[in-house]
């Protein structure tokens, strides 16, 4: 295998996967990679209470995930690790966890099976916050037997407390350097979680995981779903950009026919929820009425992702800042609902129309 110098550390390997992490995060940056043509979540709405009969400060946001006790219902979603501006990204990433003690997962730690120079890249995390629940995270392509000692490898060096499985077979089938093959992928998972002692979470990247799905992964021993559905970031319109990037018309004519697949967040939550797992609301998340919408339809926690890494680019306390207009904005959706907690909030009756009506 050839050494190399790419971004600025001597590899083995994966020079080719860290290229293309560094594209991905330049090209996440553009606004051109939200599919924000409908919002689905206009087509939920909560009931006003007019009279809600408690105070806004007495509205509690915390919530129980796996075991843990977190102080708001906020996990930051997979966005990166294994290259050099990763470490940047995830100390401040990791720095707003801990200011809300909440959880975050890293992205892929594919890059550390051929080569730990990029360790530190992911390990930052949990050496900034050593309390909150840490997640590593693999695409469902790289779990293989020969693999498992590896995969438990990373999540021990990088301090993880679980593993998110990511499930990307839109990007495998539109990405230039795609890697279309999904035979044997659900015992890969039975054995993986069998194999390991810690949690493994399942993961969309935008598509949204449906109730057959779901309910599958539920009798593998998968310990909860993260549904990241359609109408955020779409791995389409990333990899859309990619390809004019280098003039390939047939790889940007395949991406924008399937620039709008995928079944849309408000829905996936639904359909997941049926699985009795507990579910993580993510893909385009923006608003804390966003968020307090997908709580009421079933979530345990909500995600974000994109948002957090271009407030990331600013530093700490643009994320913190952020967040906190973000958790307000969940509160006073709670006030006018009426709600003193989030099993409050998930009691109340939830209003759906247009697209997402006819979904159901
Ligand atoms: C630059 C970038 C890198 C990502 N890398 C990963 C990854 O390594 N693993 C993963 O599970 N998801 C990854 N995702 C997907 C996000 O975690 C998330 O599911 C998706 O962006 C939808 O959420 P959003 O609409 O809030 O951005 C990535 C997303 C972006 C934008």
């Known amino acids: 295998m050839p050494i190399c110098l790419r971004d600025g550390v001597t590899t083995l390997m994966s020079d080719e996967t860290i290229q293309r992490k560094v594209e991905h995060l330049e090209v996440a940056l553009s606004d051109e990679v939200e599919s924000n043509k409908i919002s689905f ?4 709405e909560l009931i006003h209470t007019c009279l809600p009969e408690i105070d806004i400060d007495e509205i509690d946001l915390s919530v129980s995930f796996l075991g843990w006790k977190l102080k708001y219902p906020f996990i930051l979603s997979a966005l990166t690790g294994g ?5 940047k990204i995830n100390r401040v990433l990791a720095e ?15 890059v550390l099976f051929e080569n730990e120079a990029y360790l530190h890249t992911y390990r930052i995390a949990r050496d900034i916050a050593p309390e909150i629940p840490l997640f590593a995270n693999i ?7 020969q693999n498992f000692e590896k995969i438990k490898r990373m999540v021990e060096s990088i301090g993880a407390d679980g593993l998110v499985v990511h499930l990307n077979f839109l990007q495998e089938a539109l990405m230039i350097e795609g890697e279309p093959f999904a035979k044997d992928r659900l015992s890969a998972i039975e054995n993986l979680v069998k194999f390991l002692s810690v949690p493994v979470i399942v993961k969309e990247t935008g598509c949204g995981i449906s109730r057959e799905i779901a ?3 539920k009798d593998l021993g998968v310990s909860a779903l993260d549904v990241a559905g359609k109408g955020g970031t779409s791995m389409a319109l990333i990899e859309l950009k990619r390809a004019k990037l280098r ?6 004519r395949l991406c924008r026919i399937f620039s709008d697949w995928g079944i849309p967040t408000p829905i996936s939550i639904i359909e997941a929820k049926t699985s009795g797992l507990p579910i993580i609301g993510s893909g385009g998340i923006r608003t804390g009425l966003d968020a307090a919408k997908a709580i009421a339809l079933g979530a345990d926690l909500v995600g974000m992702a994109r948002p957090l890494l271009l407030w990331a680019q600013v530093g700490t306390d643009k994320v913190i800042d952020g967040l906190e207009i973000f958790f307000n904005e969940l509160k006073i ?22 697209q997402v009506r006819e979904w159901i």
């Open 215 to 217: 309910m599958k992964l």
């Open 96 to 110: 707003v966890a801990k200011h809300f003690s909440v959880g975050m997962q890293l992205g892929s730690g594919r």
């Open 139 to 145: 695409g469902v392509p790289q779990i293989n037997k």
């Open 247 to 252: 003039n390939n018309l047939r790889h940007e």
């Open 83 to 87: 290259c050099k501006r990763a470490e």
């Open 333 to 354: 959706a709670m006030f006018l609902t009426g709600s003193r907690n989030l099993s409050d909030l998930r009691k109340k009756r939830v209003l759906i129309k247009g």
């Open 41 to 44: 979540w206009q087509d939920v």
